[in-house]
């Protein structure tokens, strides 16, 4: 099982990123999937989260407004769309996919750099 985030990167303040996660070995439908993001010296912090089927996504205060989790199962990607990026954005960003405690996997992370 494999999750591959891309789309990370440099960013002026102000600007945009899509972020992909794209999956392997397992097919996402039937996961709930959540971007979580690391800053450096800081802990893990969960910015959205997606149901496998229906349901209204959820985001982080930092996030609302800004940030769009969404995803399209026929191909096997959840995608974070982030706007209005602010310095405090930067972190490394992990895909998560959770169906239970014990069944549940992480991606590799992609840096975004937001930086004035």
């Known amino acids: 099982v494999h999750l591959t985030e891309s789309g990370g990167g440099l960013v002026e303040p102000g600007g945009s990123l899509s972020l992909s996660c794209a999956a392997s070995g397992i097919s996402l439908g039937s996961f709930e999937m959540r971007w979580y993001r690391q800053a450096p010296g800081a802990g893990r912090e969960l910015v959205a989260t997606?149901?496998?089927?229906?349901?209204?996504?959820t985001y982080a205060d930092s996030a609302k407004g800004r940030f769009t989790i969404s995803r399209d199962n026929s191909k096997n990607t959840v995608y974070l769309q982030m706007n209005s990026l602010k310095p405090e954005d930067t972190a490394v960003y992990y895909c998560?996919?959770?169906?239970?405690?014990?069944?549940?996997?992480w991606g590799q992370g992609t840096q975004v750099t937001v930086f004035s």
């Open positions: 997606i149901a496998g089927v229906g349901g209204t996504p």
């Open positions: 998560y996919a959770y169906r239970s405690r014990t069944f549940n996997f």
